[in-house]
């Protein structure tokens, strides 16, 4: 029996009370397994699931994505509508052999997209991304303000 409800990623619910009656076996296939809202929920929770930081220093704004087990070649990297930073991506699902018995799957699959707003004050031309480790970092350099100079005015008469 999974602790979480099933609308956010987990098998069955623990307020479900026929938990262990629609609990999967061999001879028998639950039938909400195809039902669009369980595939639904699962893409929610792949998007849900992709957490992003953003920090600002003097310098750059930082986005840091954890995408573990994902190659580059699975990440897009893109800057659209002027100043919206758009990261996406798909887990591919395992292949699964006839004769395999799956007890738990709880890894999400499937398409992930998040999107940032950048601020006014953000070099769109100097954008750079990097994956190391399953992070994935994207470096968004900053416009360097113009100093702002002080002149002195001659107060006459």
């Given at each position: 029996?999974?602790?979480?409800?099933?609308?956010?990623?987990?098998?069955?619910?623990i307020f479900d009370p026929l938990d262990r009656f629609f609990e999967p076996s061999a001879d028998r296939i639950p039938l909400w397994d195809n039902a669009p809202s369980r595939r639904f929920a699962q893409d929610v929770s792949a998007?849900?699931?992709?957490?992003?930081?953003?920090?600002?220093?003097?310098?750059?704004?930082?986005?840091?994505?954890?995408?573990?087990?994902?190659?580059?070649?699975?990440?897009?990297?893109?800057?659209?509508?002027?100043?919206?930073?758009?990261?996406?991506?798909?887990?591919?699902?395992?292949?699964?052999?006839?004769?395999?018995?799956?007890?738990?799957?709880?890894?999400?699959?499937?398409?992930?997209?998040?999107?940032?707003?950048?601020?006014?004050?953000?070099?769109?031309?100097?954008?750079?991304?990097?994956?190391?480790?399953?992070?994935?970092?994207?470096?968004?350099?900053?416009?360097?303000?113009?100093?702002?100079?002080?002149?002195?005015?001659?107060?006459?008469?």
């Amino acid at each position: 029996m999974a602790l979480t409800p099933f609308f956010f990623g987990g098998d069955q619910s623990i307020f479900d009370p026929l938990d262990r009656f629609f609990e999967p076996s061999a001879d028998r296939i639950p039938l909400w397994d195809n039902a669009p809202s369980r595939r639904f929920a699962q893409d929610v929770s792949a998007i849900a699931s992709t957490r992003v930081d953003w920090v600002e220093t003097p310098e750059a704004h930082i986005f840091k994505a954890d995408l573990p087990g994902l190659k580059k070649e699975e990440v897009k990297v893109q800057v659209e509508d002027g100043r919206t930073l758009q990261i996406s991506g798909e887990r591919k699902k395992e292949e699964v052999e006839k004769t395999d018995k799956w007890h738990r799957v709880e890894r999400t699959q499937g398409s992930f997209l998040r999107r940032f707003r950048l601020p006014e004050n953000a070099k769109l031309e100097e954008v750079k991304a990097k994956v190391e480790d399953g992070v994935l970092t994207v470096t968004v350099p900053k416009i360097e303000k113009p100093k702002s100079e002080v002149k002195a005015i001659e107060i006459s008469g």
